[in-house]
């Protein structure tokens, strides 16, 4: 569907991705989860910030690292 959207959207400018947020300190991810909340949000605003239209369509972690589909 990200993929989808991303051809049908470019035209308006607009990227679309899918982004994994890593296992994370919640209530879900337990206390053994690997990061805080706040590196999770911190990685994925980051991603957001400098995403390229090259990469709208595509799957990134919090760390930027593309994860295939």
Do not use: C
Not at 18 to 25: C, D
Not at 37 to 54: E, F, H, M, N, P
């Amino acid at each position: 569907m990200v993929k989808s959207l991303s051809i049908d959207l470019r035209p308006k400018g607009i990227r679309t991705v899918a982004l994994h947020p890593g296992w994370v300190q919640t209530q879900m991810g337990g206390s053994n989860a690997l990061i805080t909340t706040d590196i999770s949000a911190q990685g994925l605003k980051q991603v957001l910030d400098t995403l390229t239209d090259s990469q709208s369509g595509h799957f990134f972690d919090y760390q930027g690292n593309t994860i295939e589909w």
